[in-house]
Structure formats: structure tokens, C-alpha cells
């Protein structure tokens, strides 16, 4: 039997989605109404009657009895048909893929991407739009505004759905239609790069590691690498899925994907390594005794991509968020093609994308993507990496070197202070930025500033305002410091300190970045007051 039900319900405090949806502790998402006030809310705004969603997520706890709780929202509330990942599993750029694929009216993804999963960490969920994007902020303003007057939500009482089997459910009046969550996103990978080149190097006897950290690309890589690339039997670590990600944190940088660069780094280290996050957007690579820094990488991909098949005609143009180096924009220049400052958060970019500006975006947080779907794309940019070693026949330490050689080198680095208090941080925030005014003619470090301020974003294409979107500070030398608070944490605040300078080479192009940016990294510290006003002298994570 199947019956709706009106729900009562109240509004909860604090449903605000932040850089990339709604993230909380999992015991909160699993509280009273939670899900399904959010949910309820997402579907007054977009409209659900009559339309077709995407579902899946990437696996964490909670994730199957979220999917079933949507999927009886999304029935009571008149949706015609929803495409669901086969176990309620889609990387977040597979569901992007399917959303667009399809032709539907959007989806909603379940993730809190890089943050740890399980019974007592984090939980997720966003919409995405039917361009595959994530909601931009004018909806999730709309969504966070509805939650709170929300006053009752639709559910449809009903058994679960069976999604453990590709088919065709129905569930009341609305059709499920449960999709092998791998298939079509691989043959998008197989329409952009050169599969036989892959093939063949692979068969000579190129060697990799991917460690999808027992988070979502598991079974992607497999399918990929492994079963159509030919890539060695274990050259996938971590391949499957796991509710708690086997307790890792399936966050691919350096500290966090640790083994990854001690294997990476050691002597019988294979050609190329590389590591995606949680949901599958994120990627890091690592070539042997090299790592390469994602801002870094996001320049190298631009200005190689024509050497795949996909972006063979060449790009329209470049995308980076504000806090990436601005070694991308170095390379649009050379290439005489347009480049885009936006805020941190892949939903700034899909404007710039559906507007035909940008072919490839990137942020420094280990994100790249292009205009192949609307989300960053971690097993793309490995593929796209793949595939440019395969055509310049070169290992990564020596196409970054040619890279920095032709360039010149933005040295890098990301420093993090989780779990600050936030009263603490909002503190320093707000001496910073009442000092910005005054620092412009200051030197510190030896270095001037030449001018600061609190990064604003105009659209170019909706004319849309994005204000406060961190706090930058730019030297005569071309260094810069950049400082936000984290739009994706669940406990506290974390400072993000941004930092970048810039060598011109020939000379100093091989220097440690720590080393290269410790003047600059003194004059954040400086300037900031980062530890009188939260008591740390040290980053908890650099990147
Ligand atoms: C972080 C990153 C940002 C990224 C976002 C979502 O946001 O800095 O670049 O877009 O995570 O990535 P914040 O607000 O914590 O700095 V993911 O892989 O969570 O979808
Ligand atoms: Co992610």
C-alpha cells in the first residue's frame, strides 16, 4: 500500500548550505525531521511535480537510508521519475554526467565529500541543477530562507526500494530507474582521451598507483584503469567503497594520503601516482619523488589539454578560484585566451561554462574539472594527465620543470587551522579586515604592499554579487596572502592562509615551496595576529 502523508514539522536552526551544500555530523542529519526538512524545502524551491531527478551519493553512512527517505519525498511530492546509482552510489561528476545525460530537472547528491564518514561524522547533501551544476547561491539562499518557515513535508508510505539491482522500480505513482552508477561516466572518459595510447602504455610497462581511499572512484578506477586501460592487477588500492572510508579521511593531499606519497617517494616508485577525495571530485598527483601542487597542475592541464582527443580544437578559456596561484592565468595569456578570478566553490564556475568562457576550471584545493559536466572531475584530470604523458613521453618531474622553465614557478601552499573557536576567528576577521584600509604602502618581510582587500566577485554573465569572499593581501613582488574561513566544515572554524610568490626563474625554480614562501608565511602570521587572536602558531594541515 502506498499512501502520502502530510507531515507537521518545525523549522531547524541552521540549515544553511554552505561552499558546497548542506554538511553536518551525521547524528544531526539523522535527528528528527533534518533530512527531511531539507529536503522538503529544496523541492518548494526547484518544484518537484512532474520532473525527473538524479539520486546518489557516495556511499558514507547513512547514505542508503537517506536515498530511501528521498525517494519517498520525492514521490509524495509528484516527481515523474528519478534515476538512482545502482546501491545509492554516483561520484559527484557521475551524477553531474547523468543530471546533463538525461536531460532532467537536476539532482540531489549526498556527500560531505573529503570530510571523514560514519555514525559519527559527517553527512551531506546539495542539489545540483539541470546544467549539472551545483545550485548557485541565489537557490541555496532561496532553500535556507524556506527552511525556515517550513511547517510540514510530504513522505510516501511505502517499502524501500530494491536498489541493489539495475531496473525499473515504481515506487506510488513515480518510476525508479536504478543505473549501473559506472557505465556511462566511462564512456564519457572514453569520448575525451585516447584510450589505444593509454592502452599502449600501460602494455609497456607504465606503472601507477590510484588510491581512491576506500571512498566512491573505487569502482570507477577499477572499471577504467584496470579493466579497460589494462593498467596492472593492483595498480587500484583502496577500491572499494566503505560507510566509514575504512576510517581514512578521504581527503587526497599530502598529510592525508600519506602512504600514497611515501610509496610515491620511495625507490621502487611507480611512474605516476594519484588520489581522489570522498565524492570523487578531488584529485592529487604525484609523479615519481614529485608532488604536484594543484594549482600547478591545473596550469600544466591548460596548457596541455589539446594533446587529448577532447580538447583538441583548444580552450576558451581558464577558470581558477581567487585563492589558486595564478600560474593558470600565465598560461591563458600565452595561449591568448580568456582567464576568470571567481570565488572559491565549484558553483561560480558553471555560468562561465554553460556561457562557452571557460573549457577548464580549477581551485587549489585539489579540484579540476572542464566543460565535460558541471562538477570538478578527479578521475578526469588523472585521465587528462595520463594522457598527456603518453603523447609527450616525459615523466611529470620533467614536464613540471619545462612547465616552470617556460613560465617561470608560483610557489604555493596552503596552510589550515581546523577547529578554531569561532568566536575567535570571526575576531581576527574582523581587525583584519578593519586594518585593510591602512596597509597598502606597509612593508613587512622587506616585501610593500601594494594594495588589500575583501574579494568581490560580479558574474559576468548574470551579473550576479558575491561579496566578502576572502581577504587578500598583494605585494610589489607579486606575492600575495590570502585569508577565509572554511565553508565546509562541521566543528568550529578553520582559517585557510593562502600563500604565493612568484620566481620568474632561470634561477631558483627548484627550491622547497616551504622554504621559498617562509617570508610570506612570516608576514601572514604578522599581519593577521593569527596567534594572539587564536592561539596557534602552526597549521594543523599544509598543502
Ligand atoms: C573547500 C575548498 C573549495 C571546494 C570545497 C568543496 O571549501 O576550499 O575549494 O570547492 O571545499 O569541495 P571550503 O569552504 O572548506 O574552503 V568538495 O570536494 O567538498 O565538494
Ligand atoms: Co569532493
New binding site residues.
Given amino acids: 500500500m502506498t499512501q502520502i502523508t502530510t507531515v507537521t514539522t518545525a523549522p531547524i536552526a541552521g540549515q544553511k548550505p ?4 548542506l ?1 553536518k555530523k551525521t547524528p544531526v542529519f539523522m535527528g528528527r525531521h533534518y533530512l527531511e526538512n531539507f529536503i522538503q524545502a529544496t523541492f518548494d524551491v526547484v518544484g518537484c511535480a512532474g520532473k525527473t531527478f538524479v539520486l546518489g551519493g557516495d556511499g558514507r553512512y547513512f547514505n542508503d537510508r537517506a536515498a530511501q527517505v528521498i525517494l519517498r519525498m520525492a514521490a509524495a511530492n509528484g516527481a515523474a521519475r528519478v534515476i538512482v546509482g545502482q546501491g545509492a552510489i554516483l561520484s ?1 561528476p557521475a551524477a553531474s554526467h547523468l543530471i546533463r545525460l538525461n536531460g532532467t530537472d537536476g539532482g540531489i547528491i549526498m ?5 571523514p564518514g560514519g555514525p559519527e561524522e559527517d553527512f ?1 547533501v546539495k542539489f545540483n541543477m539541470p546544467n549539472g551544476g551545483p545550485a548557485p547561491e541565489g537557490v541555496t539562499e532561496a532553500i535556507y530562507q524556506r527552511t525556515t518557515v517550513i511547517t510540514e513535508y510530504k513522505v510516501l508510505e511505502a517499502q524501500d526500494v530494491d536498489l541493489g539491482s539495475v531496473g525499473r522500480h515504481q515506487l506510488g505513482a513515480m518510476v525508479v530507474d536504478v543505473v549501473d552508477p559506472v557505465a556511462d561516466y566511462a564512456a564519457l572518459m572514453e569520448s575525451l582521451f585516447d584510450f589505444p595510447a593509454l592502452k599502449a602504455i600501460f602494455a609497456g610497462g607504465f606503472r601507477m598507483r590510484m588510491d581512491s581511499m576506500c571512498a566512491v572512484t573505487g569502482p570507477y578506477a577499477m572499471e577504467i584503469l584496470e579493466n579497460r586501460l589494462g593498467a596492472a592487477k593492483g595498480t587500484c588500492v583502496n577500491a572499494t567503497p566503505l560507510p566509514d572510508f575504512g576510517g581514512m579521511h578521504p581527503d587526497p593531499n599530502p598529510t592525508w594520503a600519506e602512504a600514497l606519497m611515501d610509496e610515491m617517494f620511495s625507490a621502487a616508485a611507480p611512474d605516476f601516482g594519484a588520489a581522489s ?3 570523487g ?2 584529485n592529487m598527483v604525484v609523479g615519481r619523488g614529485i608532488y604536484v601542487s594543484p594549482s600547478d597542475s591545473l596550469a600544466v592541464l591548460a596548457a596541455n589539454a589539446h594533446l587529448a582527443p577532447g580538447y583538441k580544437a583548444g580552450l576558451k578559456g581558464v577558470a581558477r ?1 581567487m ?1 589558486t596561484s595564478a600560474a593558470a592565468d600565465r598560461v591563458a595569456d600565452a595561449l591568448g585566451i580568456g582567464k576568470y578570478e571567481t570565488p ?3 558553483k561560480f564556475f558553471g555560468n562561465l561554462l554553460d556561457a562557452g568562457r571557460a573549457t577548464i576550471c580549477g ?5 579540476t574539472g572542464s566543460d565535460h559536466v558541471r ?2 572531475d578527479g578521475l578526469w584530470a588523472i585521465l587528462l594527465w595520463l594522457n598527456i604523458l603518453a603523447v609527450r613521453k616525459q615523466s611529470v618531474a620533467e614536464i613540471l620543470q619545462d612547465h616552470w622553465a617556460k613560465y617561470g614557478r608560483n610557489y604555493y601552499s596552503r596552510h589550515d587551522f581546523e577547529a578554531i573557536e569561532t568566536a575567535k576567528a570571526d575576531a581576527m576577521f574582523a581587525a583584519l579586515r578593519g586594518s585593510l584600509a591602512n596597509l597598502p604602502g606597509r612593508v613587512v618581510e622587506g616585501m610593500t604592499i601594494t594594495a588589500a582587500d575583501d574579494f568581490a566577485y560580479t558574474d559576468p554573465v548574470d551579473g550576479s554579487v558575491s561579496m566578502k569572499q576572502g581577504v587578500r593581501v598583494m605585494f610589489a613582488d607579486g606575492s600575495r596572502i590570502v585569508y ?6 562541521t566543528e568550529g572554524a ?1 582559517l ?1 592562509v593562502y600563500l604565493e610568490r612568484y620566481a620568474a626563474g632561470p634561477d631558483g625554480l627548484d627550491l622547497d615551496a616551504q622554504k621559498a614562501l617562509a617570508p610570506v608565511i612570516r608576514a601572514a602570521h604578522a599581519l593577521a595576529g593569527i596567534a594572539a587572536h587564536t592561539g596557534r602558531s602552526a597549521p594543523d594541515v599544509v598543502t
Fill in positions: 554552505g561552499t558546497s551544500g554538511r559527484t556527500s560531505a565529500s573529503h570530510n551531506g577525495d570522498g565524492d571530485d578531488r578560484s585563492p572559491t566553490g565549484w581551485e587549489e584545493s585539489f579540484g562538477e570538478k577565509r574561513l572554511s565553508g565546509t566544515g578553520t585557510r
